[in-house]
């Protein structure tokens, strides 16, 4: 895995830009110079990011979310496994 968090990604595990691996490395946001932790999906390139509304949910049980545009930045908040482990070869 990469350094660089996909372009887009979603928490829903229905969703197609979902990513387990990724989410797990977790993942921080900074959205119009603001870090955001209620992110529910987001894509850098078009510029916006999903936050829920409230508590409010749909019929299906999934909570309804605002889409808001503005400048998005995302990075990893730890590093990949496979990367940690190479810093502890001695060589």
């Known amino acids: 895995m990469t350094d660089t968090p996909p372009d ?12 387990q691996a990724a989410l797990e490395r977790g993942i921080g946001i900074r959205f119009k110079g ?4 209620d992110v529910e ?4 390139p078009a510029g916006w990011i ?23 930045e995302a990075w990893f908040e730890r590093p990949a496994a496979d990367a940690a482990g190479e810093d502890d070869v001695e060589g």
Do not use: I
């Open 50 to 72: 999903r936050v829920a509304l409230g508590k409010k949910v749909d019929r299906h049980g999934r909570p309804l979310t605002l889409k808001l545009s503005g400048e998005v």
């Open 34 to 37: 603001a870090e955001r932790r």
């Open 8 to 19: 887009r990604l979603s928490t829903d595990p229905s969703s197609p830009y979902f990513d």
């Open 41 to 44: 999906e987001y894509d850098r």
